[in-house]
């Protein structure tokens, strides 16, 4: 047995007769419990960094207890839901383990949600309450007001987490503008509620339960809402501890991880935030991504450890500021949330070594529905195309699609897979939950990605292509035929379709090919009308950053519209 952590002092890894039948010890924890654990063998190293203000493990568990004993007194309790619709800041990490002390479960959202999407998050998960910031506090009470239950909104304040001449600043500046908030009625600030938590209330037993929802996760629906992707304790610790076997370096106390995935998505909240914390890394907490920005505090912070989307390492390449920076810092670079091509590999592999790094970037493949990654590129080897080997405890299969008929190696099939990081379900959707987790011959339960690929005889994984239509942008899923829906309710639209288009800057970007009805002219006033009713239903990552009129579309032979003609057309025109 191999101890393969110093915090996580009692996970052991046990290695059999192949490398692919590693076998992990899972704490019977919760997350906030596997973070606690870390305050007591090392209570004064820093759990997170925000904006050069640190906060050690013994303050965060000290700030845990408070709001979950806050949370006791406004009446929220084990299974009651609360949405956290914010960035990454020092609020949203607490509060999320918060929630999970006193085992409430957290909705996670993004706060760039059109408000129809906030509405209907808040209603579909009946949560009771709302943490957001301050600057988007007018956008989610618009959508409370579309919501059929109370919902109250907490309202939390950058300026409240910064040191002292930052704060100063930031009021004087951006802060100023959104001081009025929170104005109606049962709605507080964060700062406010928090005194409620006084030390008189006593927090409840903690229960770990495998079986229980802790976490809820959005994965775009292919035709209707998206889908609430319910998350456990195990889910999200089985992440953490196989991902730290399957970095291949130490990672702990001392290290840091410059944070910037958002907390609101599987990579950023259970690689980004959790894998880091329980192994006692310092979080850099940024709260969004910006190419300037994001050099700073590489050439700043020298951080260890980092992961991102393509898009982020893309941007890395043509800032001027890295010119000279050295990053010799980094023990990993982690790619997900898409596809990275070997010709941007190659380009990132060749930045890193001419900065003085010695690692190369490593892809990464999963799925929300299993919480994060679920495959990795070994620390050392690299197979052209390969997104790498199964996480330990995962086990890959690739089938003839929809079925459980097993392909051979470098057959193309579905992705399935299988392992303790697999969700419980989707919220509410038996028929979707049906498709997507299926009880296969061996007994156990196997996820069933609808994506296709191939393994080769060594066990490596090669994506191909996605079997249901979806885009892929600043690594963020968009589902064409969400915003066709929204597209076609508009009284001028006769039909629609929607694509990816090749992007430099985030890989792919929204566009939409728009049949208008007979006499309504093709204008950019029409264009502006369709676009203002879009951004009531549709985030604003999602939306299409170009629209096409055309007199018709492309038919297959039975009279669907042929998206993959126009990708083609668009493959060509580019």
Known sequence: ??????????????????????????????????????????????????????????????????????????????????????????????????????????????????????????????????????????????????????????????????????????????????????????????????????????????????SKHCSILYSGGTSSLPKGICLSDKNFNATALQSTYAIQQEIGVGDTMLSCMPIFHGFGLGINIHTALINGCCCVLMPSFNGKSYAEMLIKKQPNFIAGVPTIFEALLHIKELDKADLSCLKGMFCGGDSLSIELKKKVDCFLKEHNASIQIREGYGLTECVSASCLTPKDSYREGSIGLPFPDTVYCIVKPETDEEVAPMEEGEIILKGPSVMNGYLKNEEETKKTLRRLSDGDIWLYTGDLGYMDKDGYIYFKQRIKRMIVTNGYNVYPSQIENYIDSCEEVSYSCVIGVKDERRMQRVKAFIVLKDGVSPTEEVKNRIMNQLKLHVSAYALPREIEFRNELPKTLVGKVAYRVLEEQEKVNT
Do not use: W
């Not at 909705?107 to 906030?118: D, G, K, R, T």
């Not at 950058?158 to 002292?164: M, T, V, Y």
């Open 1 to 210: 047995m191999k101890n393969i952590c110093s915090i996580c002092a009692k996970i052991y890894i046990m290695n059999t007769n192949t490398s692919h039948e590693t076998t992990i010890h899972y704490p019977e924890l919760t997350m906030f419990q596997m973070v606690e654990r870390v305050k007591e063998l090392h209570p004064n190293s820093p759990a997170y960094e925000f904006y050069d203000k640190q906060t050690t493990f013994r303050q965060l568990i000290i700030k845990i207890e408070q709001a979950a004993r806050a949370f006791i007194a406004f009446g929220v309790r084990k299974g009651d839901v609360v949405t956290i619709c914010m960035p990454n800041t020092p609020q949203a990490v607490v509060v999320f383990y918060a929630l999970n002390r006193i085992g409430a479960v957290s909705n996670m959202i993004h706060p760039l949600s059109a408000v129809n999407e906030i509405a209907s998050f808040l209603t579909f998960a009946e949560s009771s309450m709302i943490l957001t910031l301050d600057s988007f506090y007018e956008k989610v009470h618009q959508a409370i007001e579309k919501v059929p239950h109370k919902v109250i909104v907490l309202t939390t304040r950058i300026q409240d987490e910064l040191p002292l001449f930052k704060k100063i600043g930031y009021i004087a500046t951006t802060g100023r503008k959104f001081l009025k908030n929170p104005n109606r009625p049962n709605d507080l600030l964060y700062s406010d509620f928090l005194k409620k938590g006084t030390s008189n209330i006593t927090l409840p037993k903690i229960e770990y339960n495998p």
